[in-house]
């Protein structure tokens, strides 16, 4: 008798508040195509297919930012995505609020020594390099440092991009020295921990060889150009831009050698019209590596 009370009860629940229930399916529902969508976002940014990416991440931000709190994780994490598409192809001033907002809600939710704050922090730190405001990224690609050695120790993929990415950093500023040990440290820190024919490994690689070809040591760089131009090729595939970036470094090596006939060559091909964005490519871009959650 209580069992069929309490059965009554609860349609009798369900009849008053029908809408309830529906609108918790819908939402789930979005929320789950959403979840989609960032798998998409994820495989398209790995490909360089850019373009295609930035509408999904915007549709998969707008779905969270509308059936989400304001603390949520994945919130932060589509934040992220979208920032990252938006630093891919140069709207900087589009991506730093969306990153800024991704760091705050991970160090509110998982603390300030979370692996994913250290990301957020990294995130940050290459947006405030490609637009020269070197002060502000130092801080933040070392505290992203010192939460990821702590967090992995100090043989770890992720410790090994802050490693890179201070490294361009102090190639920018002058301190060529420091560059080039921490270079040689994340090269062999990648190839000891993915392996050596990893993309990450060619981004160290291009790293320190732009460092060398900065002061003229042409000899030493063009082996490191060529290597990684080789793992990118093999692993990113011909079509990729971060293919592009290395032929362009090597044409400009090629031309700072006397040698025009090669650096036409490879200029040819990195301006190439299956490259996305062809004609826009960096003569020197930095070498950094993201994390994306």
């Known amino acids: 008798m209580r069992t069929m009370k309490a059965v009554l009860m609860f349609i009798a629940v369900l009849s008053v508040f029908p809408g309830v229930t529906l609108a918790t399916n819908v939402i789930q529902a ?28 915007q549709k998969a931000l707008d779905v969270r930012e509308k059936a989400k709190g304001k603390d949520d994780l994945k919130l932060a994490a589509s934040l992220n ?16 609020p969306l990153y800024k907002r991704a760091l705050v809600i991970d160090e509110k939710v998982l603390g300030r020594g979370h692996p994913d704050v250290a990301t957020n922090m990294n995130n940050l730190g290459i947006l405030h390099y490609l637009t020269k405001r070197y002060s502000e990224a130092e ?11 702590k967090a992995f120790g100090k043989e770890n993929p992720a410790v090994a991009s ?14 060529t020295a420091e560059a080039e040990s921490l ?22 690689l291009n790293g320190l060889a732009t460092l060398y070809m900065d002061n003229k040591r ?32 090597l ?27 062809s004609g826009r490519v960096p003569l020197a871009p930095p070498s950094l590596n993201t994390l994306p959650p």
């Open 251 to 277: 044409a400009m090596l090629c031309k700072a050698t006397g040698r025009d006939a090669e650096a036409h060559t490879y200029y040819t091909r990195a301006t190439a019209p299956q490259f996305p964005f």
């Open 81 to 96: 995505n979208l920032a990252e598409i938006y630093r891919v192809i140069g709207l900087y001033a589009e991506a730093e």
């Open 139 to 149: 801080p933040l690609f070392k505290r992203a440092l010192q939460i990821r050695e």
């Open 218 to 249: 042409y000899a030493e760089a063009e082996p490191l150009f060529k290597r990684g131009l080789a793992i990118r090729e093999k692993t990113l595939g011909k079509n990729h831009p971060d293919v592009a970036t290395i032929l362009m470094n």
């Open 183 to 204: 270079y040689k440290r994340a090269t062999a820190m990648w190839g000891k921990t993915l392996g050596e024919e990893h993309p990450d490994v060619a981004n160290a």
């Open 162 to 175: 802050s490693l890179n990415n201070l490294a361009t950093l102090y190639k920018s500023t002058g301190k």
């Open 30 to 57: 979005e929320l789950a195509g959403a979840d989609a969508l960032d798998r998409e976002v994820l495989q398209l940014f790995r490909t360089g297919k850019y373009r295609e990416a930035l509408a999904k991440a």
